[in-house]
């Protein structure tokens, strides 16, 4: 069983930034890929940037890249969303998720309970 929990979700202003942590316990966490999803209102949730159990690969959807950085700290267990230049469109409750099982197979079989991010103009 692995529980994650994030944190680190407010208010901001438009042009500023946060930092959101997801930590993670129950489970070895280098054996975790995790991956940060947001959910607006009246959208779907959606993938936002994702991490490899090594670090060594990152992926972030097109409207994020250049100001969102995802990284991890294994020896913490927790992995990190920089999140720089925020606009009014990043508000959303935001997610991270793990892939516990290195098959091959991307399958996100753990949640957080999600944490507030309001940009506000």
């Known amino acids: 069983q692995v529980q994650l929990v994030e944190s680190g979700g407010g208010l901001v202003q438009v042009g500023g930034s946060l930092r959101l942590s997801c930590a993670a316990s129950?489970?070895?966490?280098?054996?975790?890929?995790i991956s940060w999803f947001r959910q607006a209102p009246g959208k779907e949730r959606s993938i936002v940037a994702g991490?490899?159990?090594?670090?060594?690969?990152?992926y972030y959807v097109d409207s994020v890249k250049g100001r969102f950085t995802i990284s991890r700290d294994n020896a913490k267990n927790t992995v990190y969303l920089q999140m720089n230049s925020l606009k009014p469109e990043d508000t959303a409750v935001y997610y991270c998720?793990?892939?516990?099982?290195?098959?091959?197979?991307?399958?996100?079989?753990?949640w957080g309970q999600g944490t507030q991010v309001t940009v506000s103009s």
């Open positions: 991490i490899s159990r090594s670090g060594t690969s990152t």
């Open positions: 998720a793990a892939d516990s099982i290195p098959n091959g197979r991307t399958e996100y079989d753990y």
């Open positions: 129950g489970r070895t966490f280098s054996s975790l890929a």
